[in-house]
């Protein structure tokens, strides 16, 4: 008797048990439902305002020389500069938050890096040569074919080159492909590099540990400091991991930086 009484008591403690359990998997469905709905919102909400703000001063800016005197316009240039540091702000945010929450959506498939490298030039080398920098590309005799996510690769490598862009005045900017690096024993199989070399104003031995942390702005004290949000690398470092890579840096202060990613060849 005792037995089965006791064998009735567990299996309805199990019922309740299943039960509870299901209830909290439909809350945090629920609340994972919430979540997503506030960040899409968020995003047009806030995205909508700012691109009427940098769109409206473009257009008061192109009518010029109208009624406004040069301090109006610097106040509109203010204002402009203002919308647009809001703006990467919020789209970096809502990216980090996006990792964060697990809703990256990545789609693998076979990249040709040396193809993605040379879209990358592209974009980037006018705006190098334009600053007097020597921009180079260099690129392995063989394709590199990687199984990868072809726009979080472009993301995390635009990311890299525009930092080595932004942060050297003299010098050269170079993007190199290395295929099939082995890194130290023990460090799994084969790596291919992508690297972005600059002659820059390089990062102190003491910032580099922190310049993958959310919001990390170093050389702040320099003037002439660039523009930035401070979340170009904790995104490009997470996306990395999310490719199942990871970036590393080397660099001496006012000599110049090395961000190299690797990731798995296979
Ligand atoms: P942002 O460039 O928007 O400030 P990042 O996360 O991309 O943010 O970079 C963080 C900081 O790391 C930068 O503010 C800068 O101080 C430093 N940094 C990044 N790349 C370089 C580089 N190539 N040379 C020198 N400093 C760099």
New binding site residues.
């Given amino acids: 008797h005792t037995y089965v009484m006791s064998a009735i008591r567990n299996i309805s403690e199990r019922k309740r048990f299943e039960q509870a359990l299901q209830e909290k998997n439909q809350e945090l469905a629920l609340a994972n439902q919430a979540k997503d709905r506030f960040l899409a919102g968020m995003s047009h909400e806030l995205r909508t305002p700012l691109n009427a703000i940098i769109g409206f001063t473009g257009t008061l800016l192109m009518k010029l020389p109208g009624p406004l005197n040069e301090e109006q316009e610097q106040q509109l240039r203010t204002v402009q500069a203002g919308g647009r540091h809001l703006l990467a702000l919020i789209n970096d945010l809502l990216d980090v938050a996006k990792i964060e929450a697990g809703k990256v959506q990545l789609h693998f498939e076979p990249v040709d890096c040396g193809a993605l490298l040379r879209e990358i030039d592209a974009t980037l080398a006018p705006q190098a040569r334009a600053k007097g920098l020597d921009f180079s590309l260099h690129l392995p005799g063989k394709a590199v074919v990687l199984e990868s996510d072809s726009r979080a690769l472009k993301q995390i490598v635009l ?1 890299l080159v525009g ?2 862009i ?2 050297t005045e003299h010098g050269s900017v170079q993007l190199t492909l290395a295929p099939g690096r082995n890194l130290s024993a023990g460090d799994g199989g084969a790596w291919v590099e992508i690297r972005v070399d ?1 002659s ?4 102190a031995p003491a910032d580099q540990a922190k ?1 993958f942390g959310a919001f ?4 702040q004290s320099r003037p002439g400091a660039p523009e ?7 995104l490009s470092q997470r996306l990395a991991e999310v490719l199942g890579g990871r970036i590393v840096v080397q ?1 001496e202060s006012d000599r110049g ?1 090395s ?1 190299s990613l690797l990731l798995p060849e296979a």
Avoid: E, M, W
């Fill in positions: 990311n930092n080595a932004k942060f600059d820059g104003i390089g990062i310049l990390a702005r170093v050389n930035g949000t401070g979340l170009g690398l904790h660099s930086s961000f």
